[in-house]
């Protein structure tokens, strides 16, 4: 054979099952490594701490005398350049390709525990690997030895620890004994059994570990099974501000998401509606990586609910978050408008979407993930929204208070036990919407003007103890009743307390009688239904709707099918595109345009206020069709001409976060919270001295309706019977 035929025939010869699985794992090794060291810091550390542990552990092995070198060598023919080489070596060695691919494969365990991301193609490359190393193997049954025991007697474990659950002494006694003892002891016998030689101290060890290991996995499995079954799971060692857990009782997926690749066992997106899934993802892939003066914003709120056991896109009550998918569009919108034009340069603002589930249950369970996180968000950080004014709400702002991260309500209004002040009376909490006490005395000042000789004000809530919001504002009306000559009210706690007398052409005697919804808007709907049934073919005298309500007549498919054909005065908790300056609204206008694809608009004329644009009769809005029902609505569409009543307000409280100067907390607390004048969209100014805000900044604003059913009827003012005299005349604030 010639010198040349030699090289040939050799690499022919490594075209075997055997060596292409040996060539895989050097190749996949390799591969990881490079992977791994892209990822930086994090990366480098993993390397090193694996090879750092391995010589350790060769080191110590080959001091004890107990394991022969892997490194054994067959000399090649003489004068085969190839087959000398040190790659063919590696490669036509099993020791050391199973070596290659262990070492490859703790790498990526390693470098997944760090950074807490995991990937599907982390996922899959762990499998080819720990596959080629199995195949490697010299000893398959031993492998399958060592495995099957570890899994039968972790399943042990950890019936063992639940069964010895009430004393921490037994538990640790079963969790030794099944957990180690027991797996070395019987090892040795199976081994026996299928005619193999017995195992060394080193099977032992690792056997006792891989028992171990899949035996706290079962342990913690309420910890971390709900979230990966649920798509809501992110590693503990995770170093980044996504945080995802899962619910054990109802299994809820709460916590924070701040990129669009949170990982395999993560979700992307928070609900499961596919417009505000959309909106999320937009908002997600415009975050980029930090730096010390962006600004990050951790919006706290619910955008998943109990969904439909057929649906899982629709909630099981109805509720579709109109209102907060309007936030997240100011959001959007925000991060449009504060994106620097160079990437060097800072101010970018970071968005952080913490999701609290329905009703904000969770809420002071994902305070606790943001106070855990506070390093990572940064030295200018906010959370901003609250969702409802609950208890939990309360909890989890003072947490954050206590934790020196600042609060801004856009929309908490609840008073309890302290009326006329803000939901949280402390330093750093910054709430731009007034009080319930002030709609109570709008309401009371309105009714005074419309009922000269006095009124009867029926006051409908259903009672719920955590519910601060509702509870507040009953008493709030209740109190302020009592200021008005000739008038009084009655606490409603339930529908049927409902009656004729609150219809027109009443035989009862007396002062006329309004009603006064001060529930959550999702009872809305029954509330409707009740009047409905009472009032037979009449209507209703007057209906007044708190704030809530104003999520409800966002709904366009709720006030179709309420089919009510009376009016409502609702209270808004945000103006609408006809009360804004001009300049602020010329910019929002265009900003609307820009975005219109990531805002999920249809395509069409240009975005206009009507009422403002095209209106002969200014405030008025027979066609109305918000940025949201524009993006909604399949069967009738329509194109958006309003902003709705919740954009603003989340703009103007990333306006003021953007503002704030943030006060050194190794030398003061919040109280040292400072922000100059700042304008915001409605013209209205906003400044903060010691940690609090001088003044609100959104005014008591009362909408009407003509007809509940028809949900392109909205009127920017309050219907004329409950007009005041120093009411604009129209929507439009003065230029």
Not at 30 to 52: E, H, K, M, T, Y
Not at 72 to 91: I, N, Q
Not at 462 to 481: G, P
Request: glycine content about 8%; aromatic content about 6%.
């Amino acid at each position: 054979m010639s010198y040349r035929e030699r090289p040939v025939r050799f690499l022919l010869s490594l075209l075997t099952t055997d060596i292409v699985v040996r060539l895989a794992a050097v190749v996949l090794a390799g591969l990881i490594v490079v992977r791994v060291l892209f990822a930086g810091a994090d990366g480098f550390l993993s390397i090193v701490l694996v090879l750092a542990a391995s010589v350790l552990l060769w080191g110590l092995v080959w001091l004890s005398g107990k394991l022969r070198s892997l490194l054994t060598r067959t000399p090649p023919e003489p004068g085969d350049w190839l087959s000398t080489s040190r790659v063919a070596s590696f490669l036509t060695t099993r020791s050391r390709s199973r070596l290659a691919a262990v070492l490859a494969l703790l790498i990526l365990v390693v470098h997944a525990g760090i950074t807490g991301y995991v990937s599907v193609w982390t996922i899959l490359v762990a499998i080819a690997l720990a596959a080629i190393a199995t195949v490697l193997s010299p000893d398959l049954r031993l492998v399958a030895l060592l495995g099957g025991t570890a899994v039968v007697f972790a399943a042990a474990t950890v019936f063992l620890a639940s069964a010895f659950s009430g004393s921490t002494e037994a538990r640790a006694l079963a969790v030794s004994v099944a957990g180690v003892v027991l797996p070395v002891l019987v090892s040795s016998k199976i081994g026996q059994a299928i005619k193999r030689p017995a195992l060394t101290v080193t099977h032992h060890i690792v056997l006792a570990s891989l028992t171990l290991t899949l035996s706290f996995l079962g342990w913690t499995r309420e910890d971390w099974l709900p979230g990966v079954m649920q798509r809501c799971y992110t590693l503990p060692t995770s170093n980044g501000i996504t945080f995802l857990r899962a619910s054990a009782e109802d299994g809820r997926c709460y916590g924070l998401l701040d990129t669009a690749d949170p990982g395999v066992f993560a979700t992307a997106a928070f609900g499961g509606d596919p417009v505000t899934v959309e909106l999320q993802r937009q908002i997600l892939a415009k975050n980029r990586p930090q730096r010390d003066d962006d600004l990050t914003v951790v919006w706290l709120g619910s955008l998943s609910c109990d969904p439909l056991p057929t649906d899982k896109t629709r909630c099981a009550d109805g509720r579709d978050y109109p209102s907060e998918r309007d936030q997240l569009r100011a959001l959007l919108l925000m991060q449009e408008q504060m994106a620097p034009k160079d990437e060097n340069e800072g101010g970018a603002l970071h968005v952080v979407i913490a999701d609290a589930t329905q009703d904000v249950r969770h809420a002071d369970e994902v305070a606790k993930i943001i106070v855990e996180r506070e390093r990572e968000l940064g030295p200018r950080r906010v959370v901003i929204g609250g969702g409802d004014s609950r208890d939990v709400t309360q909890r989890a702002i003072n947490r954050l208070l206590d934790a020196g991260i600042p609060f801004i309500a856009p929309n908490l209004l609840a008073d309890l036990g302290a009326p006329g002040k803000p939901f949280v009376d402390r330093d750093g909490y910054l709430q731009l919407a007034p009080p319930n006490l002030e709609y109570a005395k709008d309401t009371v000042a309105r009714l005074q003007e419309r009922y000269r000789d006095g009124f009867r004000l029926d006051i409908y809530q259903h009672v719920e103890a955590t519910d601060q919001y509702t509870t507040s504002l009953v008493n709030d009306l209740l109190t302020a009743v009592r200021t008005a000559s000739g008038a009084s009210a009655r606490h409603l706690a339930s529908l049927d307390r409902i009656d004729e007398t609150a219809c027109t052409g009443s035989s009862r005697q007396g002062p006329p009688t309004a009603l006064y919804f001060a529930d959550r808007w999702t009872r809305f709907a029954d509330f409707v239904r009740r009047v409905n049934e009472v009032c037979g073919h009449s209507q209703p005298q007057l209906v007044i709707a708190d704030v809530s309500v104003s999520r409800f007549m966002a709904n366009h498919q709720l006030r179709a099918v309420s089919n009510a054909d009376w009016p409502v005065n609702f209270y808004v908790s945000g103006p609408g595109c006809m009360s804004l300056p001009r300049s602020t609204y010329e910019l929002l206008r265009g900003q609307v345009e820009e975005a219109r694809d990531r805002l999920g608009l249809r395509p069409g004329a240009a975005f206009e206020c009507l009422g403002r644009e095209q209106h002969p009769e200014p405030g008025k809005d027979r066609r109305a069709c918000t940025l949201d029902a524009s993006a909604k609505l399949t069967s009738q569409p329509c194109e958006a001409n309003d902003l709705g009543t919740y954009l603003i307000p989340t703009r103007d409280a990333v306006l003021l976060a953007d503002a704030l100067v943030f006060p050194d907390p190794s030398t003061s607390g919040l109280d040292g919270l400072y922000a100059a004048k700042t304008w915001l969209s409605t013209g209205a100014a906003a400044s903060v001295t010691g940690g609090r805000l001088d003044r609100h900044t959104i005014d008591v604003l009362m909408w009407h309706a003509d007809a509940l059913y028809d949900p392109t009827s909205v009127v920017e003012t309050p219907s004329e019977e409950l007009r005041l005299p120093d009411d604009p005349a129209t929507g439009l604030r003065a230029q």
